[in-house]
């Protein structure tokens, strides 16, 4: 009786062993089956709840860290300060502007060059839509001897919260050039400021909407004597500088003069 009971178990635990085996074959884990057989979900291993444990701990380390800094603090304001969730940029302005209507400029192929002409002759293409291109109607001016990059860099050095107008209120424009503020611009050495051989070329431009900026610059050119004497004069003029290979083909996405 006792050697059958003893056969009984081994056949048993043979056939056990061979289910086993082939629940596994399927690509089963043995928690599993044990799951499926007490209904019961196993306990995590002993190192997954030590790594738990040790990730729980790290985390109140450092957000008790970041809030005796007062990090915490510094995001919240700064949130608040951003009037924009999502930054304006050439892709944000093409997905929102409206539709253009092309009629206005059909049949355009180029546009109408002229030479230093008399508010008289210009009023004949003022509310056209015809693109006009004038040239040598500015070299009267005292910027054509005065403006340069130290110019710029020494006059928004000068004045306080300049570089902040242009990052907050203005619009600045780095094209292919690796500048990613006014500020930065204004950085670089005199070598590539000069585009000295085997530096690299840039390209940049900016608007200039700080009423302090605005005064002095005023003082090196007049409003273009062919513009209507009705005309107004935009809150915001834009600089561009640089060097021909730093800038690609594009359209400029801006609003007021263009110094």
Known sequence: MEVKEKQ????????LTNLNEEFLHFG???????????????KPPLLSRNLKYILI???IVIFSICYQCEVFGSLFKQALGVRCIIPNNVFVWEATRPVSDCQYCINVTE???????????????????????IKKSFLHWPAVTVFSFKFFKNLYD????AYRSVDEDCQFLHFRSNFISLRDVFAMSEARSNNSPGETS???GWGNCDPDVLKEMHKYYPKPHFLPADSEQSGTEFVFMGYDSGATLHVSMVRGRVV
């Open 8 to 15: 009984n178990r081994f056949l048993i635990k043979t056939e």
């Open 28 to 42: 089963y884990e043995l928690y599993e089956l044990k799951f499926a057989i007490t209904g019961q979900p196993p």
């Open 57 to 59: 701990s790290i985390f």
């Open 111 to 133: 546009p109408i060059l002229l030479y230093n002409i008399t508010r008289e002759e210009f009023s004949k293409y003022a509310y056209t839509s015809k693109p006009v291109v």
């Open 158 to 161: 000068s004045i306080d919260n």
């Open 202 to 204: 840039w390209y940049v």
